[in-house]
Nanobody, 118 residues
Framework: QVQLTESGGRLVQAGGSLRLSCAAS????????MGWFRQAPGKVRELVAG????????YYSDSVKGRFTISRDNAKNTVYLQMNSLKPEDTAVYYC???????????WGQGTQVTVSS
């Protein structure tokens, strides 16, 4: 079991930057792949970034590639999402997730709201 708590979401102007954090409980954080999903109103939840447990290999959706960076600090049980050049279409609730692979997740946080104004 792992519990996830996101933070860092807020209102930001288009073109700005934001860093989301996700703190995980438990001593097995380093064994989980971690991901960031987002869900905008009326849309399905989508995976925007993932990072593997062992190799720190990363995945990015086409919509955020080159603008967002996922990283993890296993000593702090924390995963981050650095978001640059934000666009209004990035507005969504962002969720942190943990699981056995970068495209398979078992545990979810409660989400943090990111709003990008034009």
């Amino acid at each position: 079991q792992v519990q996830l708590t996101e933070s860092g979401g807020r209102l930001v102007q288009a073109g700005g930057s934001l860093r989301l954090s996700c703190a995980a409980s438990g001593r097995t954080f380093s064994t989980y792949a971690m991901g960031w999903f987002r869900q905008a109103p009326g849309k399905v939840r989508e995976l925007v970034a993932g990072i593997s447990a062992s190799t720190n290999g990363t995945y990015y959706s086409d919509s955020v590639k080159g603008r967002f960076t996922i990283s993890r600090d296993n000593a702090k049980n924390t995963v981050y999402l650095q978001m640059n050049s934000l666009k209004p279409e990035d507005t969504a609730v962002y969720y942190c997730a943990a699981g056995p692979a970068t495209h398979y997740y078992d545990y979810w946080g409660q989400g943090t709201q990111v709003t990008v104004s034009s």
